[in-house]
């Protein structure tokens, strides 16, 4: 009977996720695949709640006095490139793999996560579980998760769906971006006047293409800095007074966003300015229970370099999910049938052995 359960499950999320691949759902024009996610909860009988363009439901015996657990991916693509020799919005099958937009990305993932999510549904369980199909993730909006998440109880643990091979990532790098300005001094380029804002900056992206920081981390390694845009002057006659340049800080948990950002303004001459400190590393202690039940299943850990929802969830999280990081935004994106069908089963043995753990989380 299990079994058969959990082939209908892995059935029912392929069809959605197929569903999903036909509708076109860039960043903060999600409704549609919103509607879509709503409409496949309301035919399973859950109740769901929605703001925006966030699904969120939880659990049929929900009640505050227990610990909660999260589980979230989101259902916003980037648009397909130039590359694509497929329609990315047909979800085609061939030798095993679904292909379409978002399949990877983290079409695979959610669909997983909301399998696992009906399993448990209306079970007696000793936590809650509330899901949140997330939108705007691939910009980190602010229509996104972070405006749901005051909706939702604190929770123990966090369970990020998106292309891991099913590793567990246990931390994640946060994003800083820093745009500089060099000043200098206008002056007429055929004369030796002025001081050359194109200069003053290049000093700067010399010192960033060598720089390292101080502290390094267990699983993430290095910060790293990339100079990544460059902007000056008007005319070619005419010495810039202004150079503008933006800089791409990937940071692990072995800093804040502001620790980096100090660290790099204490080695620069130009005048830096953050974006926004919103999107932190984040990683969970070896001592969390998660750790532990990850090790009986055998799951790989790791730090992951690129960026998610985690970023913004305020408590305890690890990332994992279906598919490879590395197919993400790639032209003909596609899932192999048999990962989504592992994920929904690693999914249900992850949330099994969490439940039935006995040791306390820190």
Partial sequence: MENIQHIDLKTKAIQLLKELITIPSFSEEEDKTADAI???????????????????????????????????????????????????????????????????????????LIATFLKFYSKDIPYNLILIASAEEEISG???????????????????????????????????????VAKGKAGHAARDEGENAIYKAMEDILKIRDFKFKKSSQYLGQNKVSATMIKSGQQHNVVPDLCEFTLDVRVTDAYTLQEAFGELQSHLGTELKARS?????????????????????????????????????????????????????TADEFIEIQELEEGVEIYIQLLEQYMNHQNTVI
């Fill in 38 to 112: 709503s409409n496949f909860l309301k035919n399973e009988s859950v109740e769901f709640n929605r703001i925006g363009n966030n699904v969120i439901a939880p659990n049929l015996h929900f009640d505050k006095q227990k610990p909660s657990i999260l589980l979230n991916s989101h259902h916003d693509t980037v648009k397909a490139n130039a590359g694509y020799t497929k329609n990315p919005f047909e979800p085609v099958e061939e030798d095993g793999k679904l292909f379409g937009l978002g399949s990877n990305d983290a079409g695979a993932s959610l669909v997983s």
């Fill in 142 to 180: 602010q229509n996104g998760i972070s405006s749901v998440l005051e909706h939702i109880p604190k929770c123990e643990l966090a369970i990020v769906g998106e292309p891991t091979e099913m590793k567990l990532a246990v931390g994640e790098k946060g994003l800083l971006v820093i745009d500089a």
């Fill in 277 to 329: 400190f919103r999107l932190q590393s984040s990683f969970i202690p070896e001592t969390h229970k998660i750790i532990e039940v990850g090790k009986v299943l055998g799951l790989k850990k790791f730090g992951s370099p690129t960026l998610s929802d985690q970023a913004l969830i305020p408590f305890h999280s690890v990332k994992i999910g279906p598919g490879k990081s590395e197919r993400s935004h």
